[in-house]
């Protein structure tokens, strides 16, 4: 069995692929090794009911994720998928910035953006990636990134800076205070789940000025920072990765034509490409719905 898994901070996407080559879609919780042992990894896997049941059919493992940024957090990666998965005989374990450039280019040329909970970019030569800017995370980068959004609205919530009808939806949507939302940040796990799970809150009001404003100044920011310092940038199709992108693709399109980029692919879901490039690269039958 064919396994390809592409983890973001939020949730892992799975595609498992028999030697018919009919496939199943799994989603588990993300992985990132900065927040995450082995041992969690082992755990979390193994919640789930199929891919336990399946584990020691698998023999060809493909993994990108968030965080992969050397060789000590690819081991944690790696030991906690070799105690699920201990027939496999392949595992290629790689940064979620490779996964992201092989499902928007193939093997061509491209600048890849991801948008999704962090945000980073880099530039794909048809074989390797290569960053122009390093990623910071949440708390000093990410921008345009979910974490990021979410990071804006509860500063302006807890400031009391929200246009009013914003200020009381929040409110009822969400019933947090200042006390439970710095908790939620400075004392539980994975806060840069938490930041941008405050997407949702954008989405409901999509149409809002307040919104528009706060999402066109965080697409104008990452093109800045992450695209425009590519060399001729113009260049060469952006594609970007993730569902920030997705949802708000219109104002990306507005981004693109301020800062002179051409968009190439949008894509929410990167795991079935990933999993058709892989397929094709080895004859492997691959049937989707």
């Given at each position: 069995?064919?396994?390809?898994?592409?983890?973001?901070?939020?949730?892992?996407d799975w595609i498992l692929i028999n030697?018919?080559?009919?496939?199943?879609?799994?989603?588990?919780?993300?992985?990132?090794?900065?927040?995450?042992?082995?041992?969690?990894?082992?755990?979390?896997?193994?919640?789930?009911?199929?891919?336990?049941?399946?584990?020691?059919?698998?023999?060809?493992?493909?993994?990108?994720?968030?965080?992969?940024?050397?060789?000590?957090?690819?081991?944690?990666?790696?030991?906690?998928?070799?105690?699920?998965?201990?027939?496999?005989?392949?595992?290629?374990?790689?940064?979620?910035?490779?996964?992201?450039?092989?499902?928007?280019?193939?093997?061509?040329?491209?600048?890849?953006?991801?948008?999704?909970?962090?945000?980073?970019?880099?530039?794909?030569?048809?074989?390797?990636?290569?960053?122009?800017?390093?990623?910071?995370?949440?708390?000093?980068?990410?921008?345009?990134?979910?974490?990021?959004?979410?990071?804006?609205?509860?500063?302006?919530?807890?400031?009391?800076?929200?246009?009013?009808?914003?200020?009381?939806?929040?409110?009822?949507?969400?019933?947090?205070?200042?006390?439970?939302?710095?908790?939620?940040?400075?004392?539980?796990?994975?806060?840069?789940?938490?930041?941008a799970s405050f997407m949702k809150f954008?989405?409901?009001?999509?149409?809002?000025?307040?919104?528009?404003?706060?999402?066109?100044?965080?697409?104008?920011?990452?093109?800045?920072?992450?695209?425009?310092?590519?060399?001729?940038?113009?260049?060469?199709?952006?594609?970007?990765?993730?569902?920030?992108?997705?949802?708000?693709?219109?104002?990306?399109?507005?981004?693109?034509?301020?800062?002179?980029?051409?968009?190439?692919?949008?894509?929410?879901?990167?795991?079935?490409?990933i999993a058709k490039y892989y397929c094709?690269?080895?004859?492997?039958?691959?049937?989707?719905?």
């Amino acid at each position: 069995m064919l396994l390809i898994a592409d983890s973001g901070s939020t949730k892992t996407d799975w595609i498992l692929i028999n030697n018919d080559g009919n496939a199943t879609e799994i989603s588990t919780i993300g992985f990132n090794p900065f927040f995450h042992s082995s041992t969690t990894i082992e755990t979390e896997i193994l919640k789930n009911e199929t891919l336990s049941n399946n584990a020691l059919n698998v023999d060809n493992l493909v993994f990108f994720g968030a965080g992969i940024s050397s060789n000590d957090r690819k081991q944690i990666i790696n030991i906690g998928l070799k105690s699920v998965f201990k027939n496999c005989k392949n595992i290629t374990i790689d940064h979620d910035m490779k996964g992201a450039a092989i499902a928007a280019c193939g093997d061509n040329k491209g600048i890849i953006c991801i948008l999704g909970t962090g945000s980073n970019s880099c530039f794909f030569d048809g074989c390797e990636v290569y960053e122009n800017v390093p990623s910071l995370g949440y708390i000093l980068g990410d921008e345009a990134s979910g974490a990021y959004f979410g990071k804006i609205l509860l500063i302006d919530f807890l400031y009391k800076k929200l246009p009013e009808h914003l200020h009381k939806d929040f409110i009822t949507e969400f019933n947090a205070d200042k006390d439970l939302i710095l908790e939620s940040i400075y004392k539980k796990p994975n806060a840069n789940v938490y930041l941008a799970s405050f997407m949702k809150f954008f989405v409901k009001h999509s149409n809002d000025k307040y919104v528009k404003k706060t999402i066109k100044a965080g697409f104008s920011k990452f093109a800045s920072i992450h695209i425009c310092t590519f060399k001729n940038y113009n260049e060469y199709p952006v594609h970007f990765i993730g569902s920030v992108a997705h949802l708000f693709n219109d104002i990306l399109n507005e981004t693109a034509i301020k800062h002179n980029f051409k968009i190439g692919n949008i894509i929410q879901k990167p795991v079935i490409s990933i999993a058709k490039y892989y397929c094709n690269k080895s004859d492997h039958k691959l049937n989707l719905i």
